[in-house]
């Protein structure tokens, strides 16, 4: 990815945002579009590839099916010195204190999104084990919940400067 701060400028001082999908979320566009829309992953990234740039900020996406390696992320953001996760766990939600306790332990702000409202769906999904330590959630509003989300970290990664 090309360096949005351009030359001279101290790379410290660009904003960096990690997105994190879990899950199932690589197949969307053909997972249950009913559901969760016909919009990629790739087509999300890219999205947010560009609203980042435009914003001087720097944006890494990242899925696994995996629970481990999506902790091992967490982590690793730590000491790349991000400034604000945004994370879909998909399944995850509802199951996972590892993830919790990962993003508890890391101390970046984070905000939870879902393409669909887990609270109009199947019972089990009404329960997060992250929104609660989450400065916000975003959910039902499809890809756009991205996009929402990324600009509220923008925003306040502008007021924390």
């Known amino acids: 990815m090309q360096d949005p701060s351009g030359p001279g400028t101290d790379e410290r001082s660009v904003p960096r945002i990690l997105v994190l999908h ?3 979320l690589n197949l969307l566009g053909v997972r249950e579009p009913q559901i969760y829309g016909r919009t990629t992953l790739s087509d999300i990234h890219a999205r947010l590839e560009a609203r980042a740039q435009a914003a001087g900020a720097r944006l890494e996406s990242f899925q696994s099916n995996h629970e481990g390696e999506l902790v091992d992320r967490i982590q690793a953001a730590m000491e790349e010195g991000v400034d604000f996760i945004l994370i879909n766990p998909g ?3 509802h199951t996972s204190v590892a993830l919790r306790d990962a993003l508890a332990a890391v101390s970046i ?3 939870e999104v879902h393409l669909s409202n887990i609270h109009a769906r199947e ?3 009404h329960h997060s084990y ?4 989450a400065v916000g959630v975003l959910c ?3 890809a756009y919940g991205y996009e929402a989300a990324l600009e509220y970290a923008l925003r306040a990664l502008n007021a924390a400067d």
């Open 22 to 24: 879990g899950p199932n």
């Open 109 to 111: 702000p984070f905000i």
């Open 130 to 133: 992250l929104s609660d330590q």
């Open 123 to 125: 019972p089990f999904r």
């Open 140 to 142: 039902g509003l499809g």
């Open 91 to 93: 399944a995850y939600t």
